[in-house]
Structure formats: C-alpha cells, structure tokens
C-alpha cells in the first residue's frame, strides 16, 4: 500500500523558491514512478514533473523545464520538487502522485495513488 504526504507549501513571493516533499509510509516506494501535479482554482489538474523509479529519468511540462527540479531518495522513501524563480501562475495545490509505470507520466490517470496536495501561493 502506498500512502503519500505532501509538505512544504506555503505563501512566496515572485522570485522564491521552495521545496516540496512528499513521503510514502508504505514499504514499495521505490517500485513507482513518482509524478507531481497542479491545480489551480477553476481548472484541470495539470502535470508539472515526473521521475522514474530508479531515479535515472526525469520529464517535466515545458513551463517549469530550468526552473523545477523532480528528484527522489529511495532509501527515505521521499519524491522532492524543487521550485526555484517561482511566477504568480505557478499559485495551486500541488499533489504528488505514484504509477506502476511511467509509460503514461503525464496522464493523471495513469497514477495509482495520490497525496493530499500541498498549497503554493506566489505572490507578484
């Protein structure tokens, strides 16, 4: 079973950084790939960032590609998220996600578990 927590949200001003954690309490974290996800009020969830469950591969969406970083630390079964030059359109609830493969990273359907987001406010 795999349960994921977010943290690490919070209100920031244009140009900050945070970071996101998310750990899994189960004891097969390191069989999935790990994505990160956004939904701002009013619309889609949107996928931000995903990773490979060795760690080896990274995708992320064209917006946040040199500003985010998707990384993961097996042994303390945690996903992270970077997020440096933080913008105003960045403001949403940031969920982590896991999938058994990621063949499908950016789909959120292609995810088998989901955390209870996190919320990043980026002030201008």
């Known amino acids: 079973q795999v349960q994921l927590v977010e943290s690490g949200g919070g209100l920031v001003q244009a140009g900050d950084s945070l970071r996101l954690s998310c750990a899994d309490s189960?004891?097969?974290?390191?069989?999935?790939?790990m994505g990160w996800f956004r939904q701002a009020p009013g619309k889609e969830r949107e996928f931000v960032a995903a990773?490979?469950?060795?760690?080896?591969?990274?995708y992320y969406t064209d917006s946040v590609k040199g500003r985010f970083t998707i990384s993961r630390d097996n042994a303390e079964n945690t996903v992270y998220l970077q997020m440096n030059s933080l913008k105003p359109e960045d403001t949403a609830v940031y969920y982590c996600?896991?999938?058994?493969?990621?063949?499908?990273?950016?789909?959120?359907?292609?995810?088998?578990?989901w955390g209870q987001g996190t919320q990043v406010t980026v002030s201008s």
């Open positions: 996600a896991a999938a058994r493969s990621s063949a499908r990273y950016p789909i959120p359907a292609a995810y088998d578990y």
């Open positions: 990773i490979s469950w060795s760690g080896n591969t990274e």
């Open positions: 189960g004891r097969t974290f390191s069989s999935y790939a």
